[in-house]
């Protein structure tokens, strides 16, 4: 990221967004909806153009992210309470679609989110899927010739 400004309101945009996926994941409301909602309760200093932007691309690709995602798994994705869920589609939609976000930024931000926000020890659990989705996600690209693996690159 191009500043630590930025980096920390990408962050608390993060937060908000977690809050924001597990409300789309228990109550199935629109990414419109929620948007508004959050919008009209006010999002504080944070990102809100990347905030709008995760919230419809991850909405979006909801399916195809579990159907990534399910692959990984040790249970059924339904089986994961909504708030790994949430912080595994947030951080599965930046390591396919955030380029630019360094793949240890996305795995330590989503590692602190699920401290924050999830259930004991779930961060060892969300760590390791990401771990394993990155790598997929960069020997799909290796394949299509795309890109090199983000798993050296730093903050």
Excluded: C, W
């Amino acid at each position: 990221m191009a500043a630590s400004g930025e980096g920390k309101r990408r962050s608390r945009a993060r937060s908000k967004l977690v809050q924001a996926l597990y409300q789309y994941a228990v109550t199935g409301a629109s990414a419109e909806d929620i948007e508004r909602q959050f919008l009209a309760a006010g999002l504080g200093d944070i990102d809100v153009a990347y905030f709008r932007e995760l919230i419809y691309g991850v909405t979006d690709r909801a399916a195809e992210l579990d159907e990534q995602l399910s692959a990984l798994l040790d249970r059924p994705l339904v089986q994961l309470d909504p708030v790994e869920r949430s912080i595994l589609r947030l951080g599965a939609f930046e390591l396919s679609e955030r380029l630019e976000v360094p793949y240890r930024v996305v795995i330590d931000e989503s590692v602190e989110l699920a401290r924050r926000f999830g259930a004991d020890q779930s961060h060892r659990y969300i760590n390791g899927v990401l771990d394993r989705f990155g790598a997929t996600v960069a020997l799909r690209a290796a394949e299509r010739g795309e890109r090199k693996s983000r798993r050296g690159d730093r903050q």
